[in-house]
C-alpha cells in the first residue's frame, strides 16, 4: 500500500541552528501538506502545496520558515533558525485533489526537540 | 471561523466495554466535511473517516460507528467491544468546501486508553 514517507523521523538540534525536514507523497497525489503539532493538541496546517505552487501559506512563521515543493513531487520544509517553540512532530499529507471532500493521507511524521 | 471541540481531554475504559467519543463542530457554512483521524503510538495519523453535510445517515463499520447530528452540531464516534488496540488519541476535523485552499481543522484530540 502506497504511503507518504517523511525523514529523518527524530531530529535533535539546537536553537539558532538550521534544520530541514523532507516528504514523499504518495505518488499522483497533487496537493501536499505540512503540518505542525504541538504536543497535547491536533495539527495545524503550515502550507499547502498544490503540485509546485502554494496555495496557503497564512499560518506559515515566514520569518524563519520556508517550504518547496520544486518539481511538484517531493517537498522539503526548512526552519532557520531554530527556536525552543518548534520543539513539535511535523506531519506531513497528501490528498490526489484538492477539493475539501478528500481524504489526507499522513506520514509518520518528524519529531524535533530544540535545545 | 470554523472550530471543532473535543471536550474529553483523555477516556479510560476496560477492554470489551462500549465508549463514545464526542464531537462539536462550528462552521458558517452549508457545505463541509467531517473527518476523524486516528493517531497511534506511532505518530502516523489515520484517516477512519469522511461525511458530508448533507448526509446525516449513521454508519457503521465493524465495531465502529459514528452518528452525524446536524442540529447539534456534533459527530460522535463510538467504538463497541473495545479492544486495548483501539487505544490512540482520535481526532475529530472539520473542512469546508471551499473553492480556494482546503483547510482541516483539527480538534485538540481526545486520549483513549483501554485496559486489559
Known amino acids: 500500500e502506497a504511503e507518504v514517507a517523511q525523514s529523518p523521523r527524530y531530529k535533535i538540534t539546537e536553537k539558532s541552528q538550521a534544520v530541514a525536514f523532507w516528504c514523499d507523497p504518495i505518488?499522483?497525489?497533487?496537493?501536499l501538506y505540512w503540518y505542525r503539532q504541538i504536543l497535547g493538541q491536533g495539527p495545524e496546517l503550515l502550507v499547502q502545496f498544490q503540485d509546485e505552487s502554494v496555495v496557503d501559506d497564512s499560518q506559515l512563521p515566514k520569518d524563519r520558515f520556508s517550504a518547496e515543493r520544486l518539481k511538484g513531487v517531493d517537498s522539503t520544509l526548512k526552519i532557520q533558525p531554530a527556536e525552543l517553540g518548534d520543539s513539535a512532530m511535523y506531519l506531513c499529507?497528501?490528498?490526489?485533489?484538492?477539493?475539501?471532500?478528500?481524504?489526507?493521507?499522513f506520514g509518520p511524521g518528524t519529531r524535533l526537540t530544540v535545545t | 471561523a470554523q472550530k471543532v471541540t473535543q471536550a474529553q481531554t483523555e477516556i479510560s475504559v476496560v477492554e470489551k466495554e462500549d465508549v463514545t467519543l464526542d464531537c462539536v463542530y462550528e462552521t458558517r457554512d452549508t457545505t463541509y466535511y467531517l473527518f476523524w483521524y486516528k493517531q497511534p503510538p506511532s505518530g502516523e495519523l489515520v484517516f477512519l473517516i469522511r461525511r458530508n453535510s448533507f448526509d446525516e445517515q449513521n454508519e457503521i463499520s465493524g465495531r465502529y460507528s459514528w452518528n452525524f447530528q446536524k442540529s447539534t452540531s456534533s459527530f460522535n464516534f463510538t467504538i463497541t467491544a473495545s479492544q486495548v488496540v483501539d487505544s490512540a488519541v482520535y481526532f475529530c476535523?472539520?473542512?469546508?468546501?471551499?473553492?480556494?485552499?482546503?483547510?482541516?481543522?483539527f480538534g485538540q484530540g481526545t486520549r483513549l486508553t483501554i485496559n486489559p
Open positions: 505518488s499522483g497525489h497533487a496537493t
Open positions: 499529507a497528501s490528498s490526489l485533489y484538492r477539493g475539501s471532500n478528500n481524504e489526507q493521507y
Open positions: 476535523a472539520l473542512s469546508e468546501a471551499a473553492q480556494g485552499a482546503q483547510k482541516l481543522v
